[in-house]
Structure formats: C-alpha cells, structure tokens
C-alpha cells in the first residue's frame, strides 16, 4: 500500500522546499533564499520521535532539533517584531537567568506546540516583510543601531544556513539520516 499523503493541516507535516531560481531580482530572492532555509530545518525534524527531536548528541552542546527550533522561532520574533516593527515581544523562551533556555528546557517542551510557534514567527514576519514599502525601511537593534529590512533578511538566511549544518549533523549522528 502506498503511503498516505501528508496532511497539510498536520503542523508537523514538513512545508514542501522548493529551490530558488537561478535569476530574480533582489526582493523575490531573498524571500525565497529565507523559505528554503525555513523549509530545510524543518526538513531536518522530519519523521522524528519525541527522543530524536530533543537528542544533543554532541555532549559539549545543548544543541537539538527542537532546540534549534525553539532558537529559530526567537530569532524571527526578534528581527521581524521587536527590531524592524518596534513590537514588544517578550520573549518565548528565554529570561535574564536563562539566555539559552531555548535549548535548555526541551526535556518537558511540547513539540508540535513549539513547531506551531516557530510557524506562527515564520508568517509573522512573512506579512511584516511583505509590508514594508522596500528593503529600505529600518528598525533599531537592541544595541541601539539602526538596521534595513535587506540587512535583516540576509542575516536571517546566514542564521538559518548556519543552523542548518548543525541540523545536518544533529539529524546524521540521532538516525544516520543524511541530506541536503
């Protein structure tokens, strides 16, 4: 019997990844470059238990899939709402006593809740984005600088690139699983 469709409703069915196109003008490209990179972490989790996901299989790390999940969906937060929109944010998972509590408390974390979250970041920022006249526009950065929507989607597609090759290992050495 063939296997079942996914569901798209299911939020941890995987957002399907669809590879930039070779010629775009700035704009388009770099939504789809942060889409892909959005699409390949998830790619990453996919088909994982409960131990696969929260796994640190590096003993000097606190790095998991769920964790860098978790991280990921700060990060959007932290670019998209509290820098470019000015938004108070408080953050999800993290506090003054635990700056890493995005990957320290994943051993009680709810997966498909987290994932939801990371979603709801993800579109958060896709309609903040969308809605800036131009790459132009600026935020403030917690350090006080001012900082455009272009700066802040390429480093978003680094912070993502980044991540992604400690998924790659983390998902080789919980299940062997490799890819690109």
């Known amino acids: 019997m063939p296997p079942a469709d ?11 990844r669809t590879d930039p196109p070779f010629g775009s003008s700035e704009r388009p490209a770099l939504r789809e470059w942060l889409d892909y990179h959005r699409a390949t972490l998830e790619l990453k989790c996919a088909g994982l238990d409960r131990e696969g996901l929260i796994a640190r299989p590096v003993a000097s790390s606190l790095l998991s899939l769920h964790g860098l999940v978790r991280h990921m969906a700060e990060v959007e937060r932290s670019w998209f709402r509290r820098v470019l929109e000015g938004q108070d944010a408080p953050p999800l998972y993290y506090d003054d006593e635990h700056p890493d509590g995005d990957f320290e408390f994943i051993e009680d974390a709810d997966w498909r809740a987290d994932l939801a979250t990371w979603h709801a970041e993800c579109d958060a920022a896709r309609a903040i984005e969308a809605a800036a006249p131009s790459l132009e526009v600026t935020g403030t950065s917690r350090r006080g600088s001012t900082v455009d929507l272009r700066w802040i989607m390429i480093h978003m597609i680094e912070e993502y690139a980044r991540h992604n090759g400690h998924a790659d290992l983390i998902r080789e050495m919980v299940d062997g699983t490799v890819g690109e």
């Open 6 to 16: 996914p569901d798209p409703s299911d939020p941890t069915t995987p957002t399907p």
